[in-house]
């Protein structure tokens, strides 16, 4: 595609409840990162795929986040068992190599507010 | 882990105006991206620059790497320039590291 899409664009979710967010990279990179980004605050990386694999899972703040991505296109975010401090924009880019020295380019991000 | 500390947090100014906004970096990097986060949250990439300057019509970044900063300037600001401005590094593994952001109003 044209550039990297996300969706959905907002989620109001209860307490509790699971979420997916989706990401869709640019056609033919094979990076793909997670972040999150708070209200008036700079972004927190989440984790890094390359093709399928996530060699990095370091950011994910707890169990309750996962991610996985298929057929080296496609990545969804799952949170388990939301809770209010996950409330953020959440942000997926893509770049084309995944061996750094490249810019990443950035979805226009899912809000999610939990309630 | 490396830090990114940028300056001023907060700048206004008129339209017609020119900027520069400071991004410091704690250790040496293979990569710094300047991005511009309009009102409605999408980021914009502006410069890759590692080393070296680049100019993009009325905006310019310098990146000194010995001495671990960058520069970004905007020239002859316009209203359309107002958001946030996020500098950012890479770090292990590739991830940006983000430093807080300048946030720039351009007043009419």
């Known amino acids: 595609g044209a550039g990297v899409s996300q969706s959905p664009s907002n989620k109001v979710t209860e307490k509790g409840k699971d979420v997916e967010l989706r990401c869709d990279p640019i056609?033919?990179?094979?990076?793909l990162y997670w972040y999150r980004q708070s209200l008036g605050q700079g972004l927190e990386f989440l984790i890094y795929?390359?093709?399928?694999?996530?060699?990095?899972k370091s950011g994910l703040p707890s169990d309750r986040f996962s991610a996985e991505r298929t057929g080296g296109s496609v990545s969804t975010l799952t949170i388990q068992r939301t809770q209010q401090e996950d409330s953020a924009v959440y942000l997926c880019?893509?770049?084309?190599?995944?061996?750094?020295?490249?810019?990443?380019?950035f979805g226009p991000g899912t809000r999610l507010l939990v309630l | 882990g490396i830090q990114v500390e940028q300056s001023p947090p907060d700048l206004i100014l008129q339209e017609g105006a020119n900027s520069t906004l400071r991004c410091n970096f704690s250790d040496s990097v293979n990569n710094l991206q300047w991005f511009h986060q309009n009102p409605w949250g999408q980021l914009i990439n502006l410069f890759y620059i590692p080393s070296g300057t680049k100019q993009n019509g009325r905006l310019s970044a310098t990146t000194v790497a010995t001495e671990r900063y960058s520069l970004l300037y905007i020239s002859s600001s316009q209203t359309t320039d107002s958001g946030v401005y996020f500098c950012?590094?890479?770090?292990?593994?590739?991830?940006?590291?983000w430093g807080a952001g300048t946030k720039l109003i351009i007043k009419p």
């Open positions: 950012a590094v890479e770090g292990s593994n590739y991830q940006l590291i």
């Open positions: 056609s033919g990179h094979t990076a």
């Open positions: 795929f390359q093709g399928n694999s996530a060699p990095d």
């Open positions: 880019a893509s770049s084309l190599g995944g061996k750094g020295q490249e810019t990443q380019y």
